[in-house]
């Protein structure tokens, strides 16, 4: 099993930054992605930027050019760094990996855009 603790999120205004953490323990060598996820309200979650190995990325097309999804393999943690964000991106993000064909999820954290 793979465990998943966030931190992270909170209130910004429009136009700001914020940075999501995601600390991965227990069976870590069998991770092939991990990545980030949000539910905006009257919304399906869906992904924002996924890492999968070795190197690649996948990032949602309106986050392009302001959303960077990083990790720190020293600490087994995943990281979205979040520029420029708009009201319209107030959500629950949720990090998410995926190890022996089975998804774990984090406990989510809720990010508010807004003046």
């Known amino acids: 099993q793979v465990q998943l603790v966030q931190s992270g999120g909170g209130l910004v205004q429009p136009g700001g930054s914020l940075r999501l953490s995601c600390s991965a323990s227990?069976?870590?060598?069998?991770?092939?992605?991990m990545g980030w996820y949000r539910h905006a309200p009257v919304q399906e979650r869906a992904a924002v930027a996924v890492?999968?190995?070795?190197?690649?990325?996948r990032y949602e097309a309106s986050v392009k050019g302001r959303f960077t999804v990083s990790r720190d393999n020293a600490k087994n943690t995943v990281y979205l760094q979040m520029n420029e964000l708009k009201p319209k991106e107030t959500a629950v993000y949720y990090c998410?990996?995926?190890?022996?064909?089975?998804?774990?999820w984090g406990n989510g954290t809720l990010v508010t855009v807004s003046s």
């Open positions: 890492l999968i190995r070795p190197v690649r990325t």
């Open positions: 227990g069976r870590i060598v069998d991770i092939v992605s």
């Open positions: 998410k990996s995926r190890a022996s064909d089975m998804d774990y």
